[in-house]
C-alpha cells in the first residue's frame, strides 16, 4: 500500500497508470493548483538536469587532461632523464617547482651572488686603482754633518711612473765607491 | 635546493679564493746601480730596461751597471733585507702591506755611515729611484721595483694558467664587464 507521498512522487514523474492514475488525481483536492506544482517540478528537474550534466562534461575533461600530462611528462622523463627536472617544470608536472615562493627565492639568490660579486669586484678595483698610484715618499733624512748642503726634491715621471728622490750635496765619493 | 646553493657557494668561493692566492705574494727588486757615461756602455740589466730611457733621459748617463742587489718576495709584508756593494749597503725594512703597496724604510749606508734615510710607500706599478751621492765621474742610484724582471715571467705564467682554468677565467670576464658597467 503506497503512502500518498508517494503516489504524488510518481504521479509527478508520471508513473501512475490505468485505474491508480484515475484514483489519485480524484483524490485531489485541487487539480489545477497540482498540475501547476507538476509543471514546475519538471521545469526544475529539466533544470537541473542541464546544470548537472554540463559540470560532469567538464570534470570528465580536465580529469582526461590531466591524465594526458602526466603520461606525456613520464614518457619524456624516461627518455631523458637527465633533463627530468627541466621537463617537469616545462609541463607544469609539478606545479611547485617555478612557484611564487622559488621564484622569489632565486630572484633574491641571483640578486646576492651579483652583490657579492660586485662588492668583491670594486674591493679588487680599489687596489688596482691605488697601485697605479706612484710610490710616495713620506720622509727623508740626510745626515746634517755629513752632508750640510743637501737638498732633496720629488717628483714623477709621467712616462713610466717612476718616482724619483732627487739628492743634490750629497758628499762626492771617489770612483773606487763604485766598486762590486 | 639547499644542498645545490650550498655547491654554488662553495665553487664561488673556491674560485675567488684561486683569483685571490694568484695575485698574492710580490718580489721585490732593490740594486745599487752606477751610472756612468762610456764610450761602449753594456747592456742595461734586465730589471732596469722598462725604464732605460727615463734613467737615461733623467741622470744623462749611457751606462748602469748593478754593484749590488738583492730581490726579496714578501709574503707577510713586514721582511727586511740588505742590497749591499762592496762600501755601500741599501737596508730595506718593509713595515707592513696596504692597498697600495708596501710601507718600507730605506737606509743607505756608506759603509758604517749612514747616509740617507727615507720612508716611502712602494707602488707595484711605480718603481722608485733615489740618486745618491756622486762617484767617482758617475753617480750612485738606488733603485726598488717591485716585481722586477720577474713581472713579465710571472705576468706570462700566470696568463697561461688562468686561460687553462675557465673559472678564473670567466671570473676576469665578469670583473671586466663590472668594470665596464660601473662608473
Not at chain 2, 7 to 28: G, R, W
Not at chain 2, 92 to 118: F, H, I, M, P, R
Request: net charge negative; hydrophobic share 40%; glycine share 6%.
Amino acid at each position: 500500500m503506497k503512502t500518498f507521498e508517494e503516489k504524488w512522487t510518481a504521479w509527478l514523474d508520471g508513473q501512475l497508470t490505468g485505474k491508480e492514475l484515475i484514483d489519485f488525481e480524484a483524490s485531489l483536492p485541487d487539480k489545477a493548483a497540482a498540475e501547476a506544482e507538476k509543471s514546475e517540478a519538471h521545469k526544475l528537474g529539466s533544470f537541473l538536469k542541464e546544470q548537472l550534466g554540463a559540470q560532469a562534461l567538464s570534470n570528465a575533461d580536465f580529469f582526461s587532461h590531466q591524465l594526458r600530462e602526466r603520461i606525456a611528462t613520464e614518457t619524456a622523463t624516461q627518455d631523458q632523464p637527465a633533463f627530468a627536472w627541466l621537463r617537469r617544470g616545462e609541463h607544469g608536472e609539478r606545479s611547485t617547482r617555478w612557484t611564487i615562493r622559488r621564484l622569489v627565492w632565486s630572484g633574491a639568490t641571483s640578486l646576492a651572488i651579483f652583490l657579492i660579486c660586485a662588492f668583491l669586484v670594486m674591493r679588487e678595483k680599489n687596489p688596482g686603482e691605488q697601485s697605479e698610484y706612484l710610490t710616495q715618499i713620506l720622509n727623508t733624512r740626510v745626515d746634517p754633518a755629513i752632508s750640510p748642503n743637501a737638498t732633496i726634491s720629488i717628483f714623477e715621471t709621467k712616462q713610466d711612473k717612476v718616482t724619483v728622490l732627487w739628492t743634490e750635496g750629497l758628499q762626492s765619493l771617489p770612483s773606487d765607491y763604485a766598486a762590486r | 635546493m639547499h644542498s645545490r646553493l650550498l655547491l654554488i657557494a662553495a665553487c664561488f668561493a673556491l674560485a675567488i679564493s684561486t683569483v685571490s692566492a694568484a695575485e698574492t705574494a710580490h718580489i721585490v727588486w732593490s740594486g745599487l746601480v752606477i751610472a756612468e757615461n762610456v764610450q761602449q756602455p753594456t747592456p742595461i740589466p734586465e730589471e732596469l730596461t722598462r725604464m732605460e730611457q727615463t734613467l737615461k733621459e733623467l741622470f744623462g748617463y749611457n751606462q748602469f751597471q748593478v754593484i749590488g742587489q738583492s730581490s726579496k718576495a714578501l709574503k707577510t709584508g713586514d721582511e727586511d733585507w740588505l742590497a749591499s756593494s762592496k762600501f755601500f749597503a741599501l737596508h730595506v725594512d718593509a713595515q707592513g702591506e696596504s692597498d697600495a703597496g708596501y710601507t718600507v724604510n730605506l737606509k743607505l749606508y756608506k759603509e758604517q755611515e749612514l747616509l740617507l734615510e727615507t720612508d716611502a710607500k712602494l707602488s707595484k706599478r711605480s718603481p722608485l729611484v733615489i740618486k745618491g751621492p756622486q762617484v767617482g765621474n758617475g753617480q750612485l742610484l738606488l733603485v726598488l721595483v717591485v716585481d722586477a724582471g720577474n713581472e713579465q715571467a710571472q705576468h706570462h705564467r700566470r696568463h697561461a694558467s688562468d686561460q687553462s682554468n675557465p673559472v678564473v677565467t670567466a671570473w676576469r670576464h665578469l670583473r671586466r664587464v663590472i668594470h665596464d658597467v660601473l662608473p
